[in-house]
């Protein structure tokens, strides 16, 4: 049984963590994947993800940020899967007077997200972004070793340089939302609060 089995198995989970002295409280939501980056799911995952929650165009900044003001930080990715199974999250901060708003947001964005699925007008969108991304990060020395020594990695030969953009270009809207809904479950997913907490009491 792999993590992403193990937390579902468990059911949902909720871990506070008190730091009284902390002026604010970081939230993380999330869960395995049970994909590495080179699984057939794994391209497709991470650019639902980033409609969901990748900088000020991702829809996360969009509601709970923009449109709610209710915290100034907040996004979701994939990561660790170069040679394991990956995790997914969504991290943000909130003042603790807004803690209990932000997290019933996020969950409500996060829900709608993977039950709704993204749109296409979205997913044309992201590709773009992300290409361009690619692009601009190998234009430099430094980025373009980077970018050799992630591929050699995961995995992959140096053709897989040239390869990216067109993998990206390809994906479909429906397999970004079979991806998000095969390998993601909101309802089983841990959540971890640190900072300053009401007690249950002041609830």
């Given at each position: 049984?792999?993590?992403?089995?193990?937390?579902?198995?468990?059911?949902?989970?909720?871990?506070?963590?008190?730091?009284?002295?902390?002026?604010?409280?970081?939230?993380?939501?999330?869960q395995?994947?049970?994909?590495?980056?080179?699984?057939?799911?794994?391209?497709?995952?991470?650019?639902?993800?980033?409609?969901?929650?990748?900088?000020?165009?991702?829809?996360?900044?969009?509601?709970?940020?923009?449109?709610?003001?209710?915290?100034?930080?907040?996004?979701?990715?994939?990561?660790?899967?170069?040679?394991?199974?990956?995790?997914?999250?969504?991290?943000?901060?909130?003042?603790?007077?807004?803690?209990?708003?932000?997290?019933a947001?996020?969950?409500?964005?996060?829900?709608?997200?993977?039950?709704?699925?993204?749109?296409?007008?979205?997913?044309?969108?992201?590709?773009?972004?992300?290409?361009?991304?690619?692009?601009?990060?190998?234009?430099?020395?430094?980025?373009l070793?980077?970018?050799?020594?992630?591929?050699?990695?995961?995995?992959?030969?140096?053709?897989?340089?040239?390869?990216?953009?067109?993998?990206?270009?390809?994906?479909?809207?429906?397999?970004?939302?079979?991806?998000?809904?095969?390998?993601?479950?909101?309802?089983?997913?841990?959540?971890?609060?640190?900072?300053?907490?009401?007690?249950?009491?002041?609830?």
């Open positions: 049984m792999h993590a992403a089995q193990l937390v579902a198995a468990a059911g949902p989970r909720e871990i506070p963590v008190p730091l009284p002295e902390k002026t604010s409280v970081s939230v993380i939501l999330g395995a994947t049970g994909l590495k980056y080179r699984d057939p799911d794994a391209l497709a995952l991470r650019v639902g993800t980033a409609i969901l929650g990748r900088g000020f165009t991702g829809r996360l900044m969009g509601t709970v940020r923009d449109k709610e003001g209710l915290t100034y930080n907040i996004g979701a990715a994939v990561s660790e899967d170069t040679v394991a199974d990956g995790a997914w999250n969504i991290s943000a901060s909130f003042a603790p007077a807004l803690l209990d708003k932000g997290v947001a996020t969950r409500r964005e996060l829900q709608k997200w993977w039950s709704d699925g993204i749109t296409d007008g979205e997913l044309a969108d992201r590709k773009q972004g992300l290409i361009g991304g690619y692009f601009v990060g190998l234009s430099n020395t430094g980025g070793a980077s970018a050799i020594v992630t591929t050699i990695q995961r995995g992959y030969d140096l053709t897989w340089l040239d390869g990216y953009p067109e993998a990206v270009r390809t994906l479909t809207r429906a397999q970004v939302n079979n991806a998000i809904k095969t390998h993601l479950d909101p309802a089983t997913m841990v959540l971890v609060e640190a900072g300053t907490l009401k007690s249950a009491a002041d609830k």
